[in-house]
């Protein structure tokens, strides 16, 4: 295995990780974001406020989003299980 194959491998690794997280990331940011807002504006300073939406806003994106992560997870898995034997000595 020479440094190329590995490099590949890794950035696949990076790519498939960043690409299953934005979505995640995103709804979390969204959301509180929008809190954060809503605690400006009522002068609410209440640190647990943000949890409970986040946790929900991040269920809601696992159910609709689930079956196309776990789909990506497995292609990523499939490509490099099946290109073991083409790796250079």
Do not use: C, H
Request: aromatic share 8%; glycine share 4%; hydrophobic share 55%.
């Amino acid at each position: 295995m020479n440094s190329e194959s590995v490099m590949s491998i890794a950035r696949q690794a990076v790519e498939t990780t960043v690409l299953i997280a934005t979505p995640l990331l995103g709804s979390a940011l969204i959301i509180g974001l929008v809190v954060s807002i809503f605690q400006a504006a009522t002068q609410i300073n209440e640190a647990t406020l943000s949890f409970i939406p986040k946790l929900l806003g991040l269920l809601i994106v696992l159910i609709f989003l689930g079956p196309w992560i776990l789909t990506v997870m497995t292609d990523y898995m499939f490509q490099v299980l099946t290109n073991i034997p083409f790796i250079n000595q």
